[in-house]
């Protein structure tokens, strides 16, 4: 059952082949043998898991199941889940069980997928090797000397060791891209405004973006199908339709020009990297596309760009964090900027105390 | 450019961050080559370049100025280290 991917788990499912309380009973049993040895999670909901899949059993025998009814996924820790420890993969929110569902968590919810828990990742998603996390590293299924990328490295290892047909990530500077190519898996960051970032914790807001980690691009479009769209309490969602992506997987590719950025291929790409990419682009060529090379000659300031931004809308939305509302609290303190001061020295780790302090140089840089 | 450890301690203070005395160096230093990486920016020629708030050309939208929200004061609460009649509770500001 575990290699099936979701569409083929989709259709198993609705032939009777099995339920999704056998499923979810394989996946799960899955996941307690293998997962401590990965690390991929911070919680997992079994309980809750079996009670959705009883529920989206009874659904599909009421003749109420669509594609998504019964299929077993996990979210990133930086997702609120009702009711479910939302961590962060942070000491800071060791404690911080969300009162509310993140509009992504709810779609996803009411399509009938049953969730087993909540997956391991950089703290604050922060980091591109899974290695800071509070909750410890993520090793890489298929080589366990070695990381399975970050930030969303819990959600790719346990999407690769075939703990989980699919998952959910979060990308701000490629962290869904990278664990998705360290784990041999499908990683799509959807165009900024696709997917609402209503209850998934802020990092660089204006970069924040919700997708998918699946094994093909059918399981992508499936997901992705319901988790995007224009959400009001997302100031940025876009006001877009969103289409039936599973409908074109199969189109032709004529007509369609794909432009190649000359700049990405300089000296500092590794050979095997260079070489699955070209192959990308002959199989591109193959379906039809044009492929035209293109220059980005402002290439090279994208990431110092990156390091202006990220760290200043960091070190703002990471201003939360004070110990009032929710999360750690400092148990000794002298005053209140004393108890801020220590309850955010010993909440956060290094990684994240970096950015804050280059996002706060950014901000106070001539004041 | 080096920060000095006044300015590093300064800047910890603005971040409301604790950090210790041994590690004010290290993360100097880690602050000083980002400042000396991200420095290249002020040579790129920004004379035509409008400023983006939105890579979609969307407007920022409004709504109106209704009550949304209901109240869910003690589920939240729940998640508070220290509440005392439904109010959140700090070290004494005012004497």
Redesign the interface.
Known sequence: MHDKTISQLSSSLQSGDFSSVELTTHLLDRVERLGPHLNAFVTVTSELALEQARAADQRRAAGDAGPLNGIPIVHKDLFCTDGVLTTCGSRILDNFVSPYDATVVGKLKEAGTVMLGKTNMDEFAMGSSNENSSFGPVKNPWDDTRVPGGSSGGSAAAVAARLLPGATGTDTGGSIRQPAALTGITGLKPTYGRVSRYGMVAFASSLDQAGTLTRCAEDAAMMLGTMAGFDPRDSTSAEKDVPDYRATLDDSLDGLRIGVPAEFFDDGLMPANKTAVEEAIRELEKLGAKISEIHLPNLGLSVPTYYVVAPAECSSNLSRFDGVRFGHRAEEYDDLTDMYKKTRGQGFGAEVKRRIMTGTYVLSAGY | MSLSRNE?NN?????????AEEEVTA?AD??SR??D??E??SQ?NTDDVLPMA???D?V??L?ADEVTETD?HQ????????VEEDL?L????LE
Not at chain 2, 11 to 19: F, K, N, S, T, V
């Open positions: 590093m800047i910890a203070h603005l971040a409301r961050l604790e950090i993360f880690n602050l980002i400042i990486f991200v290249q920016l790129a939105h890579p979609l969307m920022q939208r709504r869910h589920k939240f609460q729940q998640n508070a280290s220290s959140y700090v070290p004494k500001v």
